[in-house]
Structure formats: C-alpha cells, structure tokens
C-alpha cells in the first residue's frame, strides 16, 4: 500500500503536485485517451520509485514521489511514440523500460547537485529512446503517433491541452487531469486554465502556429506547467505565469523548427529562466520594516 501510495504521488508531481489522490485521478485520465497511456503512466512512475529504492536514494525524496513522474513521463511517451501500430512489440516495451530507468537516474544526478530539473531527465531520455530511435528506424522502429483529430475552436481547447501534458487527446483526459491539480491546489489549476490560453493566443497571433496545432492544444501544455510552477497569491506570481508562458510557447516553437521533438521543453527552459528572474527579485525585495526603522530610530 506504501509503495503504490508513492507511486501514485509521484504521478501527480508530474504536475508538479505532491498529492497521491491527483495521481490516481490522473492514472484513470489517461485511460481515456488510450489504455496504453494508463498502464504506461502508473507503471513508468512504479519503476521509477523501485529503482529509487533498489538503489537506496534518500527515502524522503522517494515519498514525495521526485522519482517517479519523470519516469512516468518517458513510458507514457514510448507508448505514444510506437505503441498504435507496435503495441505488442516486446522490444517496445523494453525501450519503454530503460526510458524510465535512464530518467529516474537523470533525476538523481540533477538532486545531487541541487539543481531543478523538472521534467528535463524525461526530455532527455525520449530524445535518445523515442525521437532518436525513430530517425535512425533503430529495430525497424518508426514514429507511428495516431494523426490528431481536428477539433473545432471552443471552450474546450484549454482542456485539450491539459490533455496533451501525459500525450492524451480526450476531452475527458484534459478535464480529469484539470480536477486532479483543482483538488491539490485551485490556485494552480486556475492559472493553468490562463496560460494555456496566454501561450495558444501569442502561437495564433506572434507566431501563425496553424489552428489545428492550436485547437488539439500543442501550445497550451507547456504554459500549464509553468502556471504549476510559479502559481501563487502574490502579484508578482502574475508576472512569472505570462512571462512564462510566453516564453515557452517561443521556446516550443523554435525547437519545433528545427525537427527535434519539443515535448515539454518550453516548460523546463522558461521556468530556469523565470528561476533565474525570481532569485534576484526575491534578494532585491524591497523591506518594508528596515525603511521603518531608518526614518524613525
């Protein structure tokens, strides 16, 4: 029960969410848009946290699941990548596998040395197992990834692209994995809603992104993860989310341009950089109570 109750909070830290109930609530999601998906999400998150454990990482960074959703991540992508023509492939399967297991010690090497990695070990990962295989056809392995459905332009969209965070493309995906983050924390739900849209209207109007990438939500899903990261009450929380999602949809984009699949790394660059911009404000912060204390000594 332990092991699967870390397993499940390491799903939800995919968005960023220490919260066992949001990674159920996102396991059963993805059965939705595949059941592929849904096996992929929780046994890639399982291999992660075992492997953490095999190798006696610390046991309060396997509790709050931080080796498990990159892992996650990189199965469900294998699945995504390969699964539609090679679902009963073994070989698949194992490249699946070793994804996992290479983020989960890409992970470890990031927490080692005090660096955020986000979901970069899972980037990485794919970019060898997934994108990599596919180009040299590795195994007689080819990119096989179901053509997206086009969907018309409405209220639905941002959902679509809540959705394609874990590679869904349900409605009912999208709003599952919405309700799971509004359970842990409304706050970045709500903000999520926002960037996803702030990042689809810079692609439609900055960039002429085609609407049929815009409408199956391609340029929402990095915005919502870093509304994830930097949601909070403060005013200057309000900078970090549009200025970060703005920045990923631009990052996205130009990585689209050169071939290299882009999974979430709009996401990790903006957010380093939103880092980098929140470090010095916070250490520049204006302190009320030392002005006090000059004028009236």
């Known amino acids: 029960m332990k092991l699967i109750k870390t397993t499940l909070t390491g799903i939800g830290q995919i968005f960023l969410q220490e919260n066992g109930l949001s990674g159920l609530i996102i396991v059963i999601a993805m059965f939705f848009s595949h059941w592929t998906l849904g096996v992929a999400c929780f046994f890639g998150a399982l291999i992660g946290t075992l492997t953490a454990q095999f190798l006696k990482y610390p046991p309060n960074e396997i509790k709050q699941g931080l080796y498990g959703f990159n892992a996650s991540l990189a199965l469900m992508c294998v699945m995504f990548t390969f699964g539609e023509v090679e679902i009963m492939n073994p070989i698949v399967w194992g490249l699946g596998v070793l994804a996992s297991l290479v983020a989960t010690l890409i992970m470890r090497v990031f927490i080692q040395r005090g660096k955020v990695a986000y979901t970069f070990p899972f980037v990485l990962s794919c970019w060898l197992f997934c994108w990599g295989v596919a180009k040299i056809e590795l195994f007689g392995l080819t990119q096989n990834t179901p053509a997206l459905a086009h969907i018309s332009p409405s209220m639905s969209e941002p959902f679509y692209a809540w ?134 000594p």
């Open 163 to 296: 959705a394609e965070v874990n590679f869904g493309s349900s409605l009912i995906t999208g709003v599952l994995l919405f309700v799971a983050i509004a359970i842990s924390s409304p706050i970045a739900a709500m903000w999520g809603l926002a960037a996803s849209a702030i990042g689809t209207a810079f692609a439609q109007y900055c960039l002429n992104v085609e609407s049929e990438q815009l409408a199956n939500g391609i340029y929402g899903f990095s915005p919502i993860l870093v509304a994830c990261a930097f949601a909070g009450t403060k005013r200057r929380s309000f900078f970090y989310v549009i200025a970060g999602s703005i920045l990923a949809a631009l990052i996205q984009f130009a990585v689209a341009q050169t071939g290299l699949a882009t999974y979430t790394i709009g996401f990790i660059v903006a957010s380093w950089v939103m880092l980098l911009i929140k470090k010095h404000l916070d250490r520049t912060e204006f302190d009320k109570n030392k002005l006090v204390k000059i004028l009236n």
